[in-house]
């Protein structure tokens, strides 16, 4: 299932491109406006008693309106990651601790809540659907992935909270 919405949101993601290039060769350009967000991340991993998983970055995400409701765009994140965990625990288990860089890219949906009237609407409220691709520094991670859901709420004019939960895969070498 969450391939089939990946999908559908990468397939949304390239009409939506194609339609504002051509667009803007027409000189329709106007139509659009643009949104950009950046944020601090705090994701940690559930994992066994006695380690933890921690990912702490910086996320940046743009992209245009195509409609009032629907933005769509690409987030680029990259941070540090702290790891102490046991893998290989069916066959082999050992515990690895790893501390190192990691960046993820992908696409990036946002739904708005609330208000549609966007000359009245100041720091809205929107969930977001990403999915993002990506690596480490470190030899011991060959790829990292992330779909989440996050619930992003405007308050007052200048400050925002943001709650995400999601399925996190952390791909590690057999050696």
């Given at each position: 299932?969450?391939?089939?919405?990946?999908?559908?949101?990468?397939?949304?993601?390239?009409?939506?491109?194609?339609?504002?290039?051509?667009?803007?060769?027409?000189?329709?350009?106007?139509?659009?406006?643009?949104?950009?967000?950046?944020?601090?991340?705090?994701?940690?991993?559930?994992?066994?008693?006695?380690?933890?998983?921690?990912?702490?970055?910086?996320?940046?995400?743009?992209?245009?309106?195509?409609?009032?409701?629907?933005?769509?765009?690409?987030?680029?994140?990259?941070?540090?990651?702290?790891?102490?965990?046991?893998?290989?625990?069916?066959?082999?288990?050992?515990?690895?601790?790893?501390?190192?860089?990691?960046?993820?890219?992908?696409?990036?949906?946002?739904?708005?809540?609330?208000?549609?009237?966007?000359?009245?609407?100041?720091?809205?409220?929107?969930?977001?659907?990403?999915?993002?691709?990506?690596a480490s520094d470190r030899k011991e991670v060959e790829k990292i992935a992330v779909a989440r859901v996050d619930f992003n709420a405007g308050i007052e004019e200048h400050i925002r909270f943001d709650i995400h939960y999601g399925a996190f895969y952390l791909g590690l070498n057999e050696d």
């Amino acid at each position: 299932m969450l391939i089939i919405i990946g999908v559908v949101v990468i397939a949304a993601l390239f009409i939506y491109a194609g339609r504002f290039i051509a667009d803007l060769f027409s000189g329709d350009s106007e139509y659009y406006t643009y949104w950009w967000d950046l944020s601090t991340q705090f994701i940690t991993l559930n994992t066994e008693p006695g380690g933890h998983s921690n990912f702490t970055g910086l996320k940046f995400s743009t992209g245009f309106v195509a409609n009032r409701l629907a933005q769509f765009g690409l987030s680029a994140e990259a941070g540090k990651l702290d790891l102490n965990l046991f893998y290989n625990k069916n066959s082999a288990p050992a515990r690895t601790s790893l501390q190192g860089i990691y960046w993820l890219l992908g696409a990036t949906v946002r739904w708005l809540l609330g208000n549609v009237d966007t000359e009245q609407a100041i720091n809205n409220s929107y969930v977001y659907f990403e999915l993002l691709g990506g690596a480490s520094d470190r030899k011991e991670v060959e790829k990292i992935a992330v779909a989440r859901v996050d619930f992003n709420a405007g308050i007052e004019e200048h400050i925002r909270f943001d709650i995400h939960y999601g399925a996190f895969y952390l791909g590690l070498n057999e050696d």
